[in-house]
């Protein structure tokens, strides 16, 4: 049988086709021995102690704020010890209802109330004892709402 016009075309798909599968199969080598060479982490040799780490557990948030932000301090170093303060029980942070006198009859209005417990105020540092002065002596007489006990 003679070979078609078609014939030419086949072989010529067939060899591009093979063509195409091994540089695919040549491409996927070269990744796989590329991966096993630079691709995977490799354990470190380095084993002292690492020294960015900041070596106490227990800093308190405004320093480590003061440290972070390179001098300079701000409302979520004043949060973050106030929640710090909360944590190891100097002061309590509780429900409270604000009643406020109208003409027409009274408001009340939920709030919090700040309670700070003297048997743990011995251990303060002085910017905690600053910012419990603030918030109960400076802050606390002047708020309509109960922040003292």
Same mark, same amino acid.
């Given at each position: 049988?003679?070979?078609?016009?078609?014939?030419?075309?086949?072989?010529?798909?067939?060899?591009?086709?093979?063509?195409?599968?091994?540089? %695919?199969?040549?491409?996927?080598?070269?990744?796989?021995?590329?991966?096993?060479?630079?691709?995977?982490?490799?354990?470190?040799?380095?084993?002292?102690?690492?020294?960015?780490?900041?070596?106490?557990?227990?800093?308190?948030?405004?320093?480590?704020?003061?440290?972070?932000?390179?001098?300079?301090?701000?409302?979520?170093?004043?949060?973050?010890?106030?929640?710090?303060?909360?944590?190891?029980?100097?002061?309590?942070?509780?429900?409270?209802?604000?009643?406020?006198?109208?003409?027409?009859?009274?408001?009340?209005?939920?709030?919090?109330?700040?309670?700070?417990?003297?048997?743990?105020?011995?251990?303060?540092?002085?910017?905690?004892?600053?910012?419990?002065?603030?918030?109960?002596?400076?802050? %606390?007489?002047?708020?309509?709402?109960?922040?003292?006990?």
């Amino acid at each position: 049988m003679p070979p078609t016009p078609s014939a030419p075309r086949r072989a010529a798909r067939s060899s591009s086709q093979s063509r195409r599968a091994g540089s %695919g199969g040549g491409g996927f080598v070269l990744w796989l021995f590329l991966f096993l060479r630079f691709g995977r982490e490799h354990k470190p040799s380095f084993t002292a102690q690492y020294n960015r780490d900041i070596p106490e557990e227990k800093l308190p948030p405004a320093l480590v704020g003061y440290l972070w932000k390179m001098g300079s301090i701000g409302n979520p170093e004043m949060t973050a010890t106030l929640l710090d303060l909360a944590d190891r029980g100097v002061i309590e942070l509780r429900d409270a209802v604000a009643v406020e006198h109208h003409l027409l009859g009274d408001k009340e209005t939920e709030t919090y109330q700040l309670v700070l417990h003297p048997d743990k105020i011995d251990s303060l540092q002085p910017h905690e004892w600053e910012l419990v002065d603030l918030l109960i002596n400076d802050m %606390g007489p002047m708020a309509p709402s109960p922040w003292r006990s």
